[in-house]
């Protein structure tokens, strides 16, 4: 059994993120590519964006704190603070609106 802290994990990634080049910065939790389960914290400074990339299996988002933006086409999803997206099957982009944290989970397709 291993315990780890979510909020403790979210506040250290956005720390990391607000010196990081890229404004973000990430920490995968649970799993990797060796696994089909995958959780990663994510920190991302207001403005910054995950590009337009597809899903390798089914994924949700589920916003520590801050605010997003998940953007799919022509449609866009916003969440803050306790919301859980659930990402459509499609190719898709998410904007930090707001520094923010988020909990990333995918479960691979095998």
């Given at each position: 059994?291993?315990?780890?802290?979510?909020?403790?994990?979210?506040?250290?990634?956005?720390?990391?993120?607000s010196?990081?080049?890229?404004?973000?910065?990430?920490?995968?939790?649970?799993?990797?590519?060796?696994?089909?389960?995958?959780?990663?914290v994510?920190?991302m400074?207001?403005?910054?964006?995950?590009?337009?990339?597809?899903?390798?299996?089914?994924?949700?988002?589920?916003?520590?704190?801050?605010?997003?933006?998940l953007?799919?086409?022509?449609?866009?999803?916003?969440?803050?603070?306790g919301?859980?997206?659930?990402?459509?099957?499609?190719?898709?982009s998410l904007?930090?609106?707001?520094?923010?944290?988020?909990?990333?989970?995918?479960?691979?397709?095998?």
């Open positions: 059994m291993q315990k780890i802290s979510i909020d403790a994990l979210a506040r250290q990634q956005l720390a990391a993120a010196t990081a080049s890229s404004g973000r910065a990430a920490d995968t939790v649970y799993g990797g590519h060796e696994k089909v389960l995958r959780q990663t994510i920190g400074v207001k403005g910054t964006v995950l590009a337009e990339h597809e899903n390798p299996g089914d994924a949700t988002v589920f916003v520590v704190s801050g605010r997003v933006r953007i799919v086409g022509e449609d866009s999803w916003q969440a803050r603070t919301d859980l997206l659930i990402v459509p099957d499609a190719r898709h904007e930090a609106e707001e520094d923010a944290a988020i909990l990333l989970t995918v479960a691979k397709r095998p």
